[in-house]
């Protein structure tokens, strides 16, 4: 069966920090992986999204950035943290080739002061 | 951009009592997906909807793909405690591969 890992949980970082947030899914090859924020318990929004290693579709302009370097993993970076990313972030995953039932990580709180 | 009408965005329910939520769309969509999401969490999957005028049951949840492929509504019976959580709908539209719109959620608190 697939798995997805996220970390690290929670992280409270200062403002104008640099981040890296990881995610993994275990059981599965090739899947579609995408990152979404979520603020205030509500409302789902797609940041970024990859079909393949290498391959990354951005949704929203922002100072976030992400990266595929191996097939089952996907990182959520920035270089410099606002105040306005702090929120609850999720990855998720779905079969190769589609795009319809995502399965979801257990999320990382991220604050940032 | 394509959006989601999700009702009610709350409810407060006695433990027992039925519950309907729903969501509608301006366009067609070809997936129709019910999700749970408990504080502090993921959203887990509850249903998966694939053609117009499935109705699907998951225990005590029953959702259903509507006819004009517009709409979906997801039912719990006689609820419980443990359902307390935000519900979300979402829909895929068959556009770009990062096609699946979300519904702003119903919060659901169940009184014992």
């Known amino acids: 069966s697939q798995t997805i890992h996220q970390w690290p949980a929670t992280l409270v970082q200062p403002v104008g920090s640099p981040l890296s947030l990881e995610c993994t899914v275990e059981?599965?090859?090739?899947?579609?992986l995408y990152w979404y924020r979520q603020a205030a318990g509500r409302g789902l929004q797609l940041l970024f999204y990859?079909?393949?290693?290498?391959?990354i579709s951005s949704e929203v302009p922002q100072n976030l950035s992400a990266s595929r370097p191996q097939d089952r993993q996907f990182i959520l970076s920035s270089k410099k943290l606002l105040l306005s990313d702090s929120g609850f972030y999720l990855c998720a995953w779905t079969l190769p080739g589609s795009t319809d039932t995502q399965y979801f990580g257990p999320g990382t709180r991220l604050t940032v002061l | 951009g394509q959006q989601l009408n999700q009702s009610p965005q709350s409810m407060f329910i006695q433990e027992g009592e039925d519950v309907s939520m729903n969501c509608t769309s301006s366009?067609?969509?070809?997936?129709w997906l019910w999700y749970k999401q408990e504080p502090g969490e993921g959203p887990v999957l509850l249903i998966a909807l694939y053609k117009a005028g499935e109705l699907t049951s998951n225990g005590r949840l029953t959702a259903q793909f509507g006819i004009t492929r517009k709409d979906s509504f997801l039912n719990i019976s006689a609820s419980i405690p443990s359902d307390v959580g935000i519900y979300f709908c979402a829909g895929n539209y068959g556009g770009s591969q990062g096609n699946l719109i979300f519904g702003k959620g119903t919060k659901l608190s169940v009184k014992p």
């Open positions: 366009s067609i969509f070809n997936t």
């Open positions: 990859s079909i393949g290693i290498g391959q």
């Open positions: 059981g599965t090859s090739n899947p579609n």
